[in-house]
């Protein structure tokens, strides 16, 4: 071997090893990728999960109708309006957090969906109080919308194909 097939060989080889590094770094990425949405995913199940925002969507089913009003929410306790604005604040959070691409969507969308199915009328009429509350008492200026971001959020779930059913009978042929 001569010394031009030795550098030709030593080239090759620092090309095959840059794509090694390379594919390499490419599933690390990917691996990653899915480590960041298993985490996010299990922050939204625990926010969902936790006592005050279901509670607050308690509240929204049980105590408020379709069309409830600012009167309405007066008759609530000091803890039941927490709840609700724990339920509003951390929607909008997750809206923006979606929106920012910092939760993946096909996650949220698993999440949220099936609240927006049962009360998406609800919470879009708690936005809507909330936000003219607000602005009535001089806090928001016409323009501004507090919580655009559920309201968004809601708007992207209504997109959505349906649910097709209940997960226990659509994935019961599932197997770990």
């Known amino acids: 071997m001569n010394l031009e097939e030795a550098a030709n060989i030593g080239e090759l080889l620092g090309g095959v090893a840059i794509l ?7 599933r690390q990425i990917n691996e990653l990728n899915k480590s960041k949405e298993s985490e996010a995913s299990r922050e ?4 969902l999960s936790s006592p005050i925002y279901q509670s607050g969507l308690s509240i929204l089913v049980n105590k408020l109708s379709d069309d409830f009003t600012l009167e309405d929410l007066d008759k609530l306790d000091r803890k039941e309006k927490d709840a609700l604005n724990f339920l509003v604040i951390n929607t909008n959070s997750i809206g923006l957090m979606t929106f920012g691409r910092q939760l993946s969507f ?11 199915v049962m009360i998406g009328r609800r919470f879009r009429t708690l936005v809507e109080v909330l936000g003219n509350n607000a602005r009535n ?3 928001l200026s016409v323009q501004t919308d507090p919580f655009d971001w559920a309201i ?15 997960a226990h009978e659509i994935h019961r042929n599932w197997k770990p």
């Open 20 to 26: 090694v590094t390379l594919i390499f770094g490419l």
């Open 44 to 47: 939204i199940a625990n926010l």
């Open 106 to 116: 096909k996650s949220v969308t698993r999440f949220i969906q099936p609240i927006n």
């Open 137 to 139: 008492q001089g806090i």
């Open 152 to 166: 968004w959020l809601l708007d992207r779930m209504d997109e959505q194909p349906p649910i097709e059913g209940p």
